[in-house]
């Protein structure tokens, strides 16, 4: 099971920090990824990080410079934080868990093993 949270409302040019807690499997040997999908519109990938060693990332070019991703294995978590937001980053943000080892793998959705049931980031401009 995967759980979101962090979503909320913030300002053109704020923050906010998404968690996704990894429950009831292996996670120290599971890729994570962030998705999201604005209304009316297909769901894309935003980041990734692996488990293998380096902690190996991939992020969408659209968030390159603004968004980190980090995984704590003793929480069973991956963190999202969200720097420098705008209109276009609104949506419904998902977390994955793939069966990739490879962070940029995991923009294949066919990687995908599980999804979360999303949280709701809205910018306002």
């Known amino acids: 099971q995967l759980v979101e949270s962090g979503g909320g409302l913030v300002q053109a040019g704020g923050s906010l920090r998404l968690s996704c807690s990894v429950l009831?499997?292996?996670?120290?040997?599971?890729?994570v990824a962030w998705f999201r999908q604005a209304p009316e519109k297909e769901r894309e990938f935003v980041a990734a990080?692996?488990?293998?060693?380096?902690?190996?990332?991939y992020f969408a070019d659209s968030v390159k410079g603004r968004f980190t991703i980090s995984r704590d294995d003793a929480k069973n978590a991956v963190d999202l934080q969200m720097n420098n937001l705008n209109a276009a980053d609104t949506g419904v943000y998902f977390c994955?868990?793939?069966?990739?080892?490879?962070?940029?793998?995991?923009?294949?959705?066919?990687?995908?093993?599980?999804w979360g049931q999303g949280t709701q980031v809205t910018v306002s401009s």
């Open positions: 994955a868990a793939g069966a990739t080892r490879a962070a940029h793998a995991m923009t294949d959705l066919s990687n995908i093993r599980l």
């Open positions: 990080v692996t488990w293998r060693s380096g902690r190996g990332t």
């Open positions: 009831g499997f292996t996670f120290s040997q599971t890729t």
